[in-house]
């Protein structure tokens, strides 16, 4: 699918089948992971893959009941690796750089799900505290967002977005 | 072109050629930019695109130097929207969420160039505080990337990336 098709496409998933994802496909999402764009090539993330559903529960609860997490195939925890950003840059490896490199890993996800007909969400809001507890996360390890992962049970409209006129400034505010 | 190929393919470009790059280009870059998916879509980022020379040479300056800012066609400066971060989510809207909004904009924008024949740089280092005065940003825009565009004259072989065994953990760390 192309690029710009993919991007205009793609919508947050909150309803999945029970269709099995194939771990064929998971490989691929992990490799769009991978070749993500990071500051300076650190690197500063982890996955923690998670399809046991007691797991998938926990983490439900984690994000204050958000059914999506439940109810997805399989789930994606992406983790910010602060001992990584830290050692490479600091304090703003710790609170810029790796928060992009795991938007960024995020996105390519996003964009590759969608075009092998998978939907997914991106989940933000959820107590890191807790998350870190499910899946057992060394403390220099921050949960920054779950990706829920499956076959879309739904189909639903774009959300709106502002004009370009609203968003963009030439050379200076 | 396909959305793994981009994913794939994309480089760090830092030299690039005096081609124009036409406006329809950069009208399909926005529209990538627009598309991104924000936390409850509150779109917590503007765009400044600068194309003026000595502009240019004050972000590059910002930018510690780095020339590839000074050498592209056209530079996008992505700001994090703190009052509309703050509006919607709080602290962890301005120390999070519009990070991770100012990051998927701009992955878009580095995958659809790709697409388009274009290259591109994600820049991180840079002073804030002297961005904010080159493109007259209000207090509560952060400048959080900018994004040097033109077409590429470089072909950088692809950098290392960890296996997915050094990234990857099964259920639980």
Partial sequence: MDVFEAIRGRRSIRKFTSQVVSEEM????????????????AQAYMLVIVREGER???LSEAAFGQGQVQMAFVVFV????????MASYGERGCSLYCLQDTAAVTENVLL??????????WIGAFDETAVKSVINAPVDMRPVVMISIGYP???????????????????TF
Same sequence: chains 1, 2.
């Fill in 112 to 121: 590759t799900a969608y075009s092998l007909g998978l939907g997914t969400c």
């Fill in 26 to 41: 998971v490989n691929v999402l992990v490799e769009a992971a991978r070749m993500a764009p990071t500051a300076g090539n």
């Fill in 153 to 171: 049970a739904e189909m639903p409209m774009p959300r709106p977005r502002r004009l370009p006129s609203e968003f963009v400034h030439n050379e």
């Fill in 78 to 85: 992406v983790c910010a690796d602060l001992k990584r950003a």
């Fill in 56 to 58: 998938k529960r926990r």
